[in-house]
Protein backbone atom coordinates (compact mmCIF):
# COMPACT_ATOMS: atom_id res chain seq x y z
CA UNK A 1 0.00 0.00 0.00
CA UNK A 2 0.95 3.46 -0.74
CA UNK A 3 -1.93 5.07 0.43
CA UNK A 4 -2.61 6.89 -2.71
CA UNK A 5 1.20 7.95 -3.86
CA UNK A 6 1.96 7.86 -6.93
CA UNK A 7 4.79 4.36 -7.56
CA UNK A 8 8.28 5.81 -8.73
CA UNK A 9 9.15 4.07 -11.54
CA UNK A 10 12.81 3.65 -12.31
CA UNK A 11 13.54 5.17 -15.55
CA UNK A 12 14.67 3.08 -18.52
CA UNK A 13 18.04 5.05 -19.81
CA UNK A 14 20.98 2.93 -19.41
CA UNK A 15 24.25 4.90 -20.22
CA UNK A 16 25.52 2.87 -23.75
CA UNK A 17 21.50 3.39 -25.20
CA UNK A 18 21.91 3.44 -28.95
CA UNK A 19 25.91 3.57 -28.79
CA UNK A 20 27.21 0.24 -29.05
CA UNK A 21 26.63 -1.94 -32.23
CA UNK A 22 27.26 -5.71 -32.99
CA UNK A 23 29.90 -6.34 -35.36
CA UNK A 24 28.23 -9.56 -36.12
CA UNK A 25 25.06 -8.14 -37.68
CA UNK A 26 25.23 -4.49 -37.17
CA UNK A 27 22.47 -4.70 -35.04
CA UNK A 28 22.11 -2.49 -31.98
CA UNK A 29 22.78 -3.72 -28.81
CA UNK A 30 19.66 -3.59 -26.03
CA UNK A 31 19.67 -2.98 -22.39
CA UNK A 32 17.55 -4.58 -19.74
CA UNK A 33 17.32 -3.49 -16.36
CA UNK A 34 17.61 -6.85 -13.62
CA UNK A 35 19.04 -6.52 -10.00
CA UNK A 36 19.71 -2.86 -10.22
CA UNK A 37 22.30 -3.61 -12.90
CA UNK A 38 21.62 -2.93 -16.93
CA UNK A 39 22.43 -5.54 -19.26
CA UNK A 40 22.91 -5.34 -22.63
CA UNK A 41 22.83 -7.61 -26.08
CA UNK A 42 22.26 -8.48 -29.70
CA UNK A 43 18.90 -9.39 -29.89
CA UNK A 44 19.03 -10.99 -33.25
CA UNK A 45 18.07 -14.16 -34.63
CA UNK A 46 20.97 -15.00 -36.23
CA UNK A 47 22.75 -18.46 -35.44
CA UNK A 48 26.16 -16.34 -34.59
CA UNK A 49 24.40 -13.69 -32.22
CA UNK A 50 22.37 -16.31 -30.24
CA UNK A 51 23.61 -17.46 -26.78
CA UNK A 52 26.40 -14.67 -26.50
CA UNK A 53 26.69 -13.71 -22.97
CA UNK A 54 25.34 -10.56 -21.75
CA UNK A 55 27.60 -6.85 -21.56
CA UNK A 56 27.72 -5.54 -18.12
CA UNK A 57 27.18 -1.72 -18.10
CA UNK A 58 29.59 -1.20 -15.32
CA UNK A 59 32.06 -2.67 -16.72
CA UNK A 60 32.11 -1.29 -19.28
CA UNK A 61 31.69 2.07 -17.58
CA UNK A 62 35.08 0.94 -15.74
CA UNK A 63 36.86 0.47 -19.47
CA UNK A 64 35.81 4.15 -19.91
CA UNK A 65 36.65 5.79 -17.13
CA UNK A 66 40.48 3.95 -17.35
CA UNK A 67 40.68 4.99 -21.24
CA UNK A 68 39.52 8.85 -20.29
CA UNK A 69 42.42 8.93 -17.63
CA UNK A 70 44.70 8.28 -20.37
CA UNK A 71 43.63 11.23 -21.97
CA UNK A 72 45.05 13.49 -18.48
CA UNK A 73 48.21 15.83 -18.83
CA UNK A 74 50.83 14.71 -16.23
CA UNK A 75 50.50 18.20 -14.96
CA UNK A 76 48.14 21.18 -15.64
CA UNK A 77 50.81 23.73 -16.84
CA UNK A 78 51.35 20.98 -19.61
CA UNK A 79 47.67 20.75 -20.30
CA UNK A 80 47.56 24.80 -20.43
CA UNK A 81 50.56 24.90 -22.71
CA UNK A 82 49.24 22.57 -25.13
CA UNK A 83 45.68 24.95 -24.98
CA UNK A 84 47.56 27.91 -25.40
CA UNK A 85 49.37 27.14 -28.65
CA UNK A 86 46.19 25.66 -29.89
CA UNK A 87 44.36 28.97 -29.24
CA UNK A 88 47.36 31.49 -30.33
CA UNK A 89 47.04 28.99 -34.10
CA UNK A 90 43.35 29.71 -33.57
CA UNK A 91 43.53 33.39 -33.58
CA UNK A 92 46.31 33.71 -35.81
CA UNK A 93 44.07 32.00 -38.47
CA UNK A 94 41.15 34.15 -37.35
CA UNK A 95 43.03 37.22 -38.07
CA UNK A 96 44.77 36.06 -41.44
CA UNK A 97 41.37 35.25 -42.07
CA UNK A 98 40.02 38.46 -41.61
CA UNK A 99 42.43 39.63 -43.61
CA UNK A 100 41.53 37.85 -46.28
CA UNK A 101 38.19 38.78 -45.95
CA UNK A 102 39.02 43.32 -45.65
CA UNK A 103 41.72 42.49 -48.81
CA UNK A 104 38.87 40.53 -51.43
CA UNK A 105 36.34 42.86 -50.23
CA UNK A 106 38.17 46.45 -50.99
CA UNK A 107 39.58 44.72 -54.44
CA UNK A 108 35.55 44.17 -55.17
CA UNK A 109 34.47 47.45 -53.94
CA UNK A 110 37.46 48.83 -56.42
CA UNK A 111 36.50 47.26 -59.22
CA UNK A 112 33.18 47.83 -59.16
CA UNK A 113 33.35 51.61 -58.59
CA UNK A 114 36.65 51.60 -61.58
CA UNK A 115 33.54 49.67 -63.62
CA UNK A 116 30.88 52.85 -62.73
CA UNK A 117 32.92 55.23 -63.71
CA UNK A 118 33.91 53.44 -66.92
CA UNK A 119 30.02 53.53 -68.02
CA UNK A 120 29.60 57.37 -66.76
CA UNK A 121 33.02 58.08 -69.25
CA UNK A 122 30.80 55.95 -72.12
CA UNK A 123 27.82 57.91 -71.34
CA UNK A 124 29.69 61.31 -71.52
CA UNK A 125 31.33 60.13 -74.83
CA UNK A 126 34.47 60.00 -73.31
CA UNK A 127 35.62 56.67 -74.67
CA UNK A 128 34.81 54.59 -77.83
CA UNK A 129 32.25 52.16 -77.68
CA UNK A 130 35.05 49.36 -78.42
CA UNK A 131 37.19 50.83 -75.47
CA UNK A 132 34.21 50.34 -72.95
CA UNK A 133 33.16 47.65 -73.60
CA UNK A 134 37.26 46.41 -73.66
CA UNK A 135 37.12 47.43 -70.30
CA UNK A 136 34.07 46.37 -68.71
CA UNK A 137 34.88 42.75 -69.92
CA UNK A 138 38.11 43.41 -67.96
CA UNK A 139 36.56 44.87 -64.30
CA UNK A 140 33.63 42.56 -64.95
CA UNK A 141 36.62 39.44 -64.79
CA UNK A 142 38.38 41.25 -61.91
CA UNK A 143 35.47 41.74 -60.03
CA UNK A 144 34.24 37.78 -60.14
CA UNK A 145 37.50 36.57 -59.36
CA UNK A 146 37.73 39.26 -56.24
CA UNK A 147 34.09 37.73 -55.34
CA UNK A 148 35.22 34.11 -55.55
CA UNK A 149 37.82 35.02 -53.14
CA UNK A 150 35.31 36.76 -50.42
CA UNK A 151 33.11 33.74 -50.42
CA UNK A 152 36.16 31.22 -50.00
CA UNK A 153 37.87 33.51 -46.71
CA UNK A 154 33.86 33.76 -45.65
CA UNK A 155 33.56 29.84 -45.43
CA UNK A 156 36.86 29.24 -43.77
CA UNK A 157 35.36 29.58 -39.93
CA UNK A 158 38.54 27.62 -38.31
CA UNK A 159 35.55 25.41 -37.32
CA UNK A 160 38.04 22.66 -37.16
CA UNK A 161 40.99 24.21 -35.01
CA UNK A 162 38.22 25.53 -32.71
CA UNK A 163 36.43 21.89 -32.29
CA UNK A 164 39.80 20.46 -31.19
CA UNK A 165 40.51 23.21 -28.82
CA UNK A 166 37.24 22.25 -26.87
CA UNK A 167 37.70 18.39 -27.19
CA UNK A 168 41.29 19.18 -25.75
CA UNK A 169 39.52 21.07 -22.82
CA UNK A 170 37.29 18.32 -22.64
CA UNK A 171 39.67 15.32 -22.13
CA UNK A 172 41.61 17.34 -19.46
CA UNK A 173 38.59 16.83 -17.18
CA UNK A 174 36.63 13.68 -18.92
CA UNK A 175 37.28 10.82 -16.49
CA UNK A 176 35.93 13.31 -13.78
CA UNK A 177 33.20 14.54 -15.08
CA UNK A 178 32.09 10.86 -16.06
CA UNK A 179 32.40 9.60 -12.61
CA UNK A 180 29.52 12.00 -11.67
CA UNK A 181 27.51 12.92 -14.40
CA UNK A 182 24.18 11.87 -16.07
CA UNK A 183 23.66 9.16 -18.65
CA UNK A 184 22.65 11.61 -20.68
CA UNK A 185 26.25 13.88 -20.10
CA UNK A 186 27.85 10.48 -20.28
CA UNK A 187 26.43 9.83 -23.72
CA UNK A 188 28.18 13.12 -25.12
CA UNK A 189 31.34 12.49 -23.31
CA UNK A 190 31.39 9.40 -25.61
CA UNK A 191 29.91 10.78 -28.55
CA UNK A 192 32.70 13.60 -28.69
CA UNK A 193 36.04 11.47 -27.62
CA UNK A 194 34.88 7.91 -28.96
CA UNK A 195 34.39 6.19 -32.16
CA UNK A 196 31.91 3.63 -33.15
CA UNK A 197 31.55 1.17 -29.99
CA UNK A 198 31.17 -1.99 -30.62
CA UNK A 199 30.89 -5.48 -29.58
CA UNK A 200 32.98 -8.64 -30.95
CA UNK A 201 32.22 -12.06 -29.56
CA UNK A 202 31.93 -11.07 -26.34
CA UNK A 203 34.23 -8.52 -25.57
CA UNK A 204 33.32 -4.88 -26.46
CA UNK A 205 35.94 -2.52 -28.68
CA UNK A 206 36.79 0.82 -27.42
CA UNK A 207 38.47 3.35 -29.81
CA UNK A 208 38.73 7.35 -28.92
CA UNK A 209 38.56 9.15 -32.59
CA UNK A 210 41.71 10.12 -34.59
CA UNK A 211 42.44 13.30 -33.18
CA UNK A 212 41.52 12.42 -29.56
CA UNK A 213 43.96 8.80 -29.99
CA UNK A 214 46.39 11.23 -31.15
CA UNK A 215 46.20 13.12 -28.10
CA UNK A 216 46.42 10.12 -26.27
CA UNK A 217 49.92 8.87 -27.49
CA UNK A 218 51.29 12.58 -27.02
CA UNK A 219 50.10 12.27 -23.46
CA UNK A 220 51.68 9.10 -23.33
CA UNK A 221 55.00 10.52 -24.46
CA UNK A 222 55.01 13.12 -22.31
CA UNK A 223 54.30 10.68 -18.99
CA UNK A 224 57.51 9.23 -19.93
CA UNK A 225 59.60 12.35 -20.53
CA UNK A 226 58.89 13.68 -17.72
CA UNK A 227 58.97 10.47 -15.77
CA UNK A 228 55.63 9.85 -14.68
CA UNK A 229 54.21 6.69 -14.98
CA UNK A 230 50.44 6.78 -16.79
Request: charged share 30%; proline share 2%.
Amino acid sequence: MHHGRPVRQQKHNPVFKGLITCLLCGGAITWELQKGRFYGKCQSRRPECKGRKFLREDRIESQIVNMLGRLTCPTDEVAEWVLNCLREKHHDAAFQRQQAIDSATAKLDRFKRMDGELYDDKLAGDISKERYEGKHEQFIKEIEEAEDVLIRAQKGTNALLAERILLVELSQKAAELYARKSAEHKRVIIKHLFAALAVDEDSINLEFTSFVQSLASKVRLTHKIIGVAK
